[in-house]
């Protein structure tokens, strides 16, 4: 499992080095998205851009395959979420109020024996 995940990590730093190349290689022409999806697409891309048009969807397919591949290979390996590792408390309810008095104990005025504060 560990070496088709190297290969695939290899794969996807590739495809993404290629596809921002092959992407800044395109000579841009248009108006921008509008024209190019209108009648004018054509004229925007130009009839001879075929070939790097396909080449360019098949290197983000490769890039997109290969990241969902990334991903279910690590999700399969891992099988638990880094969630399931906190140590949360079971319930949210708030923590029990001590049952014994909080405070030093008072001694009383006539000298006898401490007693705790009234509450």
Not at 81 to 91: G, M, Q, T, V
């Amino acid at each position: 499992m560990d070496l088709i995940t190297t290969l695939l990590y290899i794969v996807f730093v590739l495809a993404a080095i290629v596809l921002v190349v092959v992407v800044l290689l395109q000579e841009g022409r248009g108006g921008g998205l509008t024209d190019a999806l209108g009648t004018s697409g054509q004229q925007t891309f130009g009839v001879g851009a075929s070939g790097i048009n396909r080449f360019t969807g098949i290197t983000a397919a490769v890039f997109l395959g290969s990241a969902l591949l990334i991903h279910v290979m690590n999700r399969r390996a891992v099988g638990h979420s880094a969630i399931d590792s906190l140590n949360l408390p079971a319930s949210s309810a708030p923590a029990p109020a001590p049952s014994a008095p909080v405070g030093p104990p008072v001694a009383p005025a006539d000298g006898g024996s401490p007693q705790q504060p009234p509450k």
